[in-house]
């Protein structure tokens, strides 16, 4: 049997995710996957899955979320604080807008873009099945652009190092 390497990989835009319709015209569309490590993350369900995922943030990604807020907030672009308080069902700054047996869909509306994640729980790409984090973003304006162009590096390797970490953890869970 061979060992499964559990770091995330950049993969194709999954066209079965809820947020499919969201990749055309979109300024910022990527995904990335990682096996799942356990069959007890398999059976999870979805929002402790993203709760989960979304915990595992490194320790720099958080310190790089303090100086955005600094910057952002003098544009009126919503800082962390603003959106972890945001009405509505939440993770952290992530609003939920659906929740499958197999699919969540988080994200946020703001004056300069509106964002959706999608984290689609398959299958297949892992003895356990995999966990895909797709990304569509749409920008508004001048300010969402260059946000987005300066961004962009940072949120690949959050997404990446976050899925890493989650599932190297056994998403929370103990091996079976």
Same mark, same amino acid.
């Given at each position: 049997m061979?060992?499964?390497? =559990?770091k995330?990989? &950049?993969? %194709?835009?999954p066209?079965?995710a809820?947020i499919?319709p969201?990749?055309?015209?979109?300024?910022l569309? %990527?995904?990335y996957?990682?096996?799942?490590?356990?069959p007890?993350?398999?059976r999870? %369900?979805?929002?402790t899955?993203? +709760?989960t995922?979304?915990?595992s943030?490194?320790r720099?990604?958080?310190t =790089?979320?303090?100086?955005?807020?600094?910057?952002?907030?003098?544009?009126?672009? &919503?800082?962390? #604080?603003q959106?972890?308080?945001? $009405?509505g069902g939440r993770? #952290?700054?992530? +609003?939920i807008? /659906?929740?499958? %047996?197999n $699919?969540?869909?988080? @994200?946020?509306?703001? *004056?300069?873009?509106?964002f959706?994640? *999608?984290?689609?729980?398959?299958?297949?790409?892992?003895?356990?099945? *995999?966990i895909?984090l797709?990304? /569509?973003v749409?920008?508004?304006n001048?300010?969402?652009r260059?946000y987005?162009? =300066?961004?962009?590096?940072?949120h690949?390797?959050?997404v990446?190092? *976050?899925?890493?970490?989650a599932?190297? +953890? @056994?998403?929370?869970?103990?091996? $079976?």
């Amino acid at each position: 049997m061979q060992a499964v390497t =559990l770091k995330a990989r &950049k993969v %194709d835009l999954p066209p079965q995710a809820a947020i499919a319709p969201l990749y055309r015209g979109s300024h910022l569309a %990527d995904a990335y996957a990682v096996a799942l490590p356990n069959p007890g993350a398999a059976r999870m %369900d979805m929002e402790t899955l993203a +709760r989960t995922l979304l915990a595992s943030q490194p320790r720099w990604a958080q310190t =790089l979320m303090v100086l955005r807020d600094a910057i952002v907030a003098r544009f009126g672009i &919503k800082t962390a #604080g603003q959106l972890a308080s945001g $009405e509505g069902g939440r993770i #952290g700054i992530f +609003r939920i807008y /659906a929740v499958t %047996d197999n $699919e969540i869909v988080v @994200g946020e509306d703001d *004056s300069h873009l509106d964002f959706r994640l *999608s984290m689609l729980r398959s299958a297949q790409g892992g003895p356990h099945g *995999s966990i895909t984090l797709a990304s /569509a973003v749409h920008c508004h304006n001048r300010i969402g652009r260059v946000y987005i162009f =300066l961004i962009r590096p940072f949120h690949q390797l959050i997404v990446q190092r *976050s899925l890493t970490r989650a599932a190297k +953890r @056994g998403f929370g869970l103990r091996q $079976e």
